[in-house]
């Protein structure tokens, strides 16, 4: 789908549900995508104002800033999404974040996720299963099979839990409704799908 196309379709979502940062999420990835960081700033904003615990928002506020010209927010946000990512154990946005800050020769707050995050049990959970929730980073609670079948399905087994994926349940809903998608259509699937991989955090396969 076109960018603008897909711009005007998360302002929808977002504007029929101020409180939902999914909306906000992909209406801040289409603004950065057509090169809008402004607005890109705007929409992250949100979403770490609505859900600070997400720090993939931190890691994608801190590039719109520094993309706009405004590097100094761009280092405050990061500093604030590596510890916040830290102490979740989200070590992808963690990393990055702190990447971004070494090569803007800015500090890097000292991680502590090996002490305070990773209990001497958590830890044994995770080898013993092989499991870690990609969006919330507990090592229990894996679905006992994949929801659906395919390649997405059997993504979303080993990667997330049953929380998350009930929160997915709950917020698909949203989605289906506010966006009048009709899930047996092509096009209404594909952008179901796209929602719940930005949702979930698969987007890296």
């Known amino acids: 789908m076109d960018v603008q196309k897909r711009i005007q379709q998360f302002k929808q979502m977002s ?8 909306g906000h999420f992909s209406l801040g990835k289409a603004y950065v995508e057509a ?24 890691q994608l506020l801190g590039e719109a800033y520094d993309r706009s010209g405004r590097r100094d927010k761009a280092i405050e946000i990061m500093t604030q999404g590596v510890t916040v990512a830290d102490g979740q154990g989200d070590r992808m946005p963690r990393d990055a974040m702190a990447g971004a800050l070494r090569e803007w020769d800015a500090p890097v707050p000292e991680f502590h996720s090996s002490e305070t995050v990773e209990s001497p049990s958590s830890t044994a959970a995770a080898t013993a299963t092989g499991f870690a929730c990609a969006r919330c980073s507990q090592p229990t609670g894996q679905l006992a099979k994949a929801p659906f079948k395919g390649p997405l ?20 809903t949203k989605v289906i409704n506010e966006l009048s998608l009709v899930l047996s259509s092509q096009a209404g699937q594909d952008t179901y799908d796209q929602y719940m991989v930005e949702f979930l955090q698969l987007e890296n396969p």
């Not at 949100?46 to 997400?54: F, I, M, S, T």
């Not at 399905?153 to 698909?172: D, H, L, S, Y």
């Open 35 to 58: 090169d809008r960081f402004e607005e890109a700033v705007g929409a992250f904003s949100r979403v770490v104002e609505l859900k600070p615990q997400l720090s993939k928002a931190y």
């Open 15 to 22: 504007e029929a549900d101020p409180e939902n940062e999914l």
């Open 153 to 172: 399905g059997e993504r979303i087994f080993q990667n997330i839990c049953q929380n998350c994926w009930r929160e997915w349940i709950e917020m698909g």
